[in-house]
């Protein structure tokens, strides 16, 4: 596996560095209603393409939760970024915790927004029908945000979200991700993981809601925080923009808590 630099963009020239990973339906234009609102004077952001998708939709690849990990520490490493944290979205936070479990001394804060859990998705029969076939009908790539989003999102916005969905990734690529991110399970390389780590749910989302991040992700991390968002469901960042900055960055701040842990000889970001 070699590792791809991935298409990105750079925002703000603060000194926390964080990486933002889209999901399974987006590229990086998956945050563009939050870019106008971030505080890019205590943060540096690096907004990837992963491979399959944006810039990087022609590019090849196993299109996995691993080999997207491995791409994001290259991208890190090319920045000169030493340690850094992570926001994935969805099938984003998937890939990001695999970055988390691989090098837990890295990674200063974890954010996933309504992420994967590390254990995957398992779906019944039918609901995985819809989702493989979302790769090459647009109705049911509909049907799924429409689900997810509490069903009262308004028709323009579910037709828009759809054609940018298409527009931005390769649907064999697309297929591709969906067996990692929903079949893999990898759960045991974080349980205990000390990496302060937030989990940020739409209360009308019904697939990834907060009790399945209380029966995921607040077991496996020993620093798990997590945030309810009411009025959104799936997509936060399109849903209640400045809701999820705010409570993005108020996390991401915190690291300087984290500064004085260590100074007083408490446990950082290690793995226990």
């Known amino acids: 596996m070699v590792p791809f630099l991935l298409p990105h963009t750079l925002l703000g020239d603060g000194p926390h560095r964080v990486i933002a990973v889209h999901g399974w339906f987006a590229d ?3 945050y563009a209603a939050v870019l106008p609102d971030l505080d890019l004077e205590s943060f540096t952001y690096a907004v990837v393409d992963l491979r399959g998708y944006g810039e990087a939709k022609d590019a090849p690849g196993a299109h996995t939760t691993t080999e997207g990990a491995a791409d994001l520490l290259a991208l890190a490493d090319h920045l000169g970024w030493d ?3 992570l926001i994935g979205h969805s099938m984003g936070g998937a890939v990001a915790q695999r970055v988390v479990a691989a090098v837990p001394e890295r990674v200063r804060r974890l954010v996933g927004v309504s992420p994967v859990p590390a254990s995957g998705l398992p779906m019944p029969p039918e609901q995985w029908e819809v989702f493989t076939s979302a790769a090459d ?6 049907s799924i945000l429409d689900t997810t989003t509490g069903g009262n999102r308004p028709a323009a916005w579910l037709d828009r979200m759809v054609r940018q969905s298409l527009d931005a990734s390769d649907a064999k690529a697309f ?3 969906l ?3 929903a079949g893999d399970d990898f759960h045991a390389e974080l349980e205990g993981c000390r990496v302060p780590a937030l989990a940020v749910t739409g209360v009308l989302d019904p697939a990834l809601s ?3 991040m209380r029966q995921t992700w607040m077991r496996w991390f020993g620093r798990g925080e997590l945030a309810e968002l009411p009025g959104a469901g799936h997509y936060a960042m399109d849903e209640t923009p400045l809701e999820l900055i705010r409570t993005v960055e108020d ?10 842990d260590d100074a007083s000889g408490s446990e950082g970001g290690a793995t226990a």
Do not use: K, N
């Open 210 to 212: 907060a009790d399945v």
């Open 137 to 142: 009908r647009p109705e049911y790539r509909r």
């Open 179 to 181: 067996d990692s991110w």
């Open 251 to 260: 996390f991401l701040r915190a690291d300087a808590d984290d500064v004085s």
């Open 83 to 85: 340690r850094f944290s």
């Open 175 to 177: 297929r591709s991700w």
């Open 28 to 30: 990086r234009g998956a």
